[in-house]
């Protein structure tokens, strides 16, 4: 069975620095995707990033980048500049290609102090 | 452009009374539905999905249940609620695989 891991339960930062949460998995699966959730203190889950494992190269949405490691089954979430509103949980979830189901990581804690 | 609309967002329920979570997607046609709780600072855990009108798949035995009457509306009901129910509750839908999936805003219900 795939499994999601976020070491990382509470990470916090200056505002404008660069933060790198972790997110490992494990799959015998060769055709999956993977995702970056955020969910702020609203609640409502928004996607941040996605990335197929068949891309080599890494997806990037504005100041969020993911560094994919395939072979390692890494896919850690890189954040630069933050900000305040950066503040939220952080869920990293996997997708089997053969199906629709997402495997969640437990989410980590991002504080961006001013 | 697809939305999702759920309702209500608030709810504070008595033991033992019913529940009825609505939620519809707008935009799309035969999506993957999904019901999903959350406990305070807590993950996702699963609840039901469902893959077309009629066709639930329960992932967690409990004192909930799911309907899909149309393509596009997902329910999510209880007879009798148990404090243990008080939670968020997230819609979802999903129509390809590599876009993940689209949340509704939730439901904080709250069991007394």
């Known amino acids: 069975a795939q499994t999601v891991t976020q070491s990382q339960p509470e990470m916090s930062v200056q505002e404008a620095e660069t933060v790198t949460l972790s997110c490992t998995y494990d799959?015998?699966?060769?055709?999956?995707?993977l995702f970056w959730y955020k969910q702020p203190p609203s609640r409502q889950m928004i996607l941040v990033i996605r990335?197929?494992?068949?891309k080599q190269q890494n997806a990037t949405e504005n100041r969020f980048s993911v560094n994919f490691q395939k072979a390692a089954k890494s896919f850690s979430l890189k954040i630069s500049d933050s900000q305040l509103g950066d503040t939220a949980m952080y869920f990293c979830?996997?997708?089997?290609?053969?199906?629709?189901?997402?495997?969640w990581g437990a989410g980590t804690k991002l504080i961006i102090k001013p | 452009s697809q939305t999702i609309h759920q309702w209500p967002a608030t709810l504070v329920q008595p033991v033992g009374s019913p529940l009825s979570l609505e939620c519809t997607v707008e935009?799309?046609?035969?999506?993957?539905l999904y019901w999903y709780r959350q406990a305070a600072g807590r993950g996702l855990q699963l609840l039901f999905y469902?893959?077309?009108?009629?066709?639930i798949s329960s992932e967690v035995p409990q004192n909930l249940s799911a309907s899909r009457p149309q393509d596009r509306q997902f329910i999510l009901s209880s007879k009798k609620l148990l404090l243990s129910d008080s939670g968020f509750y997230l819609c979802?839908?999903?129509?390809?695989?590599?876009?993940?999936?689209?949340f509704g805003s939730g439901t904080r219900l709250t069991v007394v």
């Open positions: 935009g799309t046609s035969n999506p993957n």
């Open positions: 469902s893959v077309g009108i009629g066709q």
């Open positions: 979830a996997f997708m089997k290609d053969s199906n629709y189901q997402l495997i």
């Open positions: 979802a839908w999903s129509v390809h695989l590599n876009y993940g999936y689209t």
């Open positions: 799959t015998s699966e060769n055709n999956y995707y």
């Open positions: 990335q197929e494992a068949y």
